[in-house]
């Protein structure tokens, strides 16, 4: 199944839309920054120039996770919540960021001469040159979707005769609670920077753009599964992902009469922590190792391997729990000195993380769980499709999978105090209250448990996120409503607002 490609859309198109509320408010806003106190806001947009708006949502991870890397089947959710941007373009060969959150207000201004110098042209040279800077480092994903775009123009040069913009972003996605406000903040970005230099990309080409920036620019390890979401994720549907790289096999509606919830533990999530770096460090060592034991041939590529794997086509997700059980598990290390395993194996097949020689990693638990988890995300999409309202028995078998899920986390060591007791103080909730299920998400080590319970359920999770909150001190949100992704929403293009 393939996204459609990105879309522009006008004012007319949009009245009478469902759309319409959506894009609205972000224009109700920007009249409202031009009308404010903030002169830096206020004349930062232009009334009598085009403008271009794209909103992306974040996404509650309801199963596969972590998994993503490994090539799992997962299963996400777009939520409510959005990131929005407003560029306009302009003639000087400038880009001009501003990224409002809050009370808090941002700016980063860089010439398209300087991002598309010799001196900037490797991706790792522009990462080290935001690593170096670090209060300009929010601004790695925004120039990042740049590069990635401007890499579509055939010469990247070409942008110079085109100009370069005004991105004006506002983020309603909170930080650090592993419902991917960066995936949010890239894809809007990508968006409406695609639209203005008249880059043509679907939804599944603008989720892989947004990911090689937060990989290779951003420096963040992380799988395809949050900006394929916030790209190509639908409303109150989940959308059913195979991490081969990324293929969409569809969006599943959320059965009548249930609902996924998130609810924040308060505990900041970054998928850039050393936890989740070492885990997935350790299940691609994992994959090596089962390659060696299989016999396949392996040849070095500088300081990567390559495997000739037409078995499992590189992805432990491809692996089965029993062949696991049968051939490998046993003859995996608990666990392994970095500088042991490159003696040994020479390297890993990930191109986004590298192992080092001093850590220990854990490499039986990191290379089980994806294998089992693709098996439980399997299973509960099987259940999901056969879910119908007031179908208990279903719904306490999909949360049983939702458990093992979250214990399966905690073994890896991505766990948290605060997300157990979330997953805890779910279970302990009585039956007859119609919750069923909780899991970690994401990157976990913090972050948001993701809720399965009926649509009548609200109030008792509002309740359980109210009694944590009163328990650990920590702020607890709740997430209860979806949204559409980018590319069901299109990009918005006014000539001039102004003149409506």
């Known amino acids: 199944m393939s996204a459609a490609i990105m879309r522009t859309r006008t004012l007319e198109e949009l009245r009478g839309s469902g759309d319409e509320a959506y894009f609205a408010k972000a224009l109700q806003r920007f009249r409202a920054l031009r009308d404010g ?9 232009s009334g009598d120039a085009p403008l271009f708006v794209a909103r992306a949502p974040g996404r509650l991870d309801v199963m596969g996770g972590i998994a993503d890397y490994s090539g799992s089947l997962v299963l996400q959710l777009p939520l409510e ?16 960021v501003i990224s409002s959150r809050a009370r808090t207000t941002n700016r980063f201004v860089m010439s398209l001469d300087e991002l598309l110098s010799d001196a900037l042209r490797a991706p790792e040279q522009l990462a080290a040159w935001f690593s170096s800077r670090a ?3 929010w601004a790695a994903y925004v120039i990042g979707v740049t590069r990635a775009c401007l890499a579509r123009l055939g010469d990247p040069r070409d942008a110079l005769a085109h100009g370069g913009f005004r991105l004006l972003i506002e983020s309603r996605v909170p930080e650090g609670k592993g419902v991917s406000s960066s995936a949010a903040l890239e894809v809007a970005c990508l968006s409406v920077i695609a639209a203005r230099y008249g880059v043509t990309l679907s939804g599944e080409e603008l ?20 900006q394929m979401t916030s790209a190509c994720g639908e409303h109150d549907r989940l959308l059913r992902l195979r991490c ?3 293929t969409v096999e ?23 922590g050393a936890d989740y770096g070492t885990v997935r460090t350790a299940a691609f060592m994992g994959y090596r190792i089962i390659a060696d034991l299989a016999g396949l041939p392996v040849a070095m590529d500088g300081a990567r391997v390559r495997v000739d794997d037409a078995q499992w086509h590189g992805y432990l997700a491809n692996i089965t729990p029993s062949e ?23 390297g890993i097949t990930d191109v986004v993380t590298r192992v080092s020689a001093e850590r220990v990693y854990p490499v039986r638990v990191a290379t089980v769980h994806p294998v089992r988890e693709n098996a439980r995300v399997t299973r509960f999409a099987e259940l999901l499709g056969q879910l119908r309202a007031g179908d208990d028995a279903t719904a306490r078998e999909m949360g049983a999978l939702m458990y093992e899920s979250h214990e399966s986390y905690g073994a890896c060591g991505l766990g948290s105090v605060g997300t157990d007791r979330l997953v805890e103080l779910v279970r302990e909730t009585d039956a007859s209250r119609e919750l069923f299920g909780a899991k970690i998400t994401g990157g ?5 448990v993701a809720v399965l319970g009926t649509e009548r359920a609200e109030p008792v999770v509002r309740e359980i996120a109210a009694r944590y909150a009163n328990e650990s001190g920590r702020e607890a949100e709740v997430f209860a409503r979806s949204g559409p992704g980018a590319a069901e929403l299109g990009v918005l293009v006014v000539p001039a607002l102004d003149a409506k």
């Not at 569809?250 to 850039?272: L, Q």
């Open 244 to 246: 081969q790289p990324g």
């Open 207 to 226: 989720a892989t753009a947004a990911q090689w920036a937060e990989n290779h620019i951003a420096g963040a390890p992380c799988g395809i599964m949050d």
């Open 81 to 96: 919540c959005a990131t929005t941007a407003m560029l306009q373009p302009r003639r000087e060969p400038t880009l001009e």
């Open 324 to 346: 696991l059980v049968e051939r490998f598990e046993s003859k995996l290390p608990e666990t392994m000195r970095g500088d042991e395993f490159l003696d040994r194996f020479g």
């Open 135 to 137: 209060s300009d480092r």
């Open 250 to 272: 569809g969006h599943v509606k959320v059965p009548e009469g249930y609902r996924f919830y998130g609810i924040d533990s308060g505990i900041r999530h970054a998928v850039t």
């Open 37 to 45: 106190d903030d002169a830096s806001l206020r004349d930062f947009l």
């Open 444 to 448: 976990g080590s913090g972050g948001t």
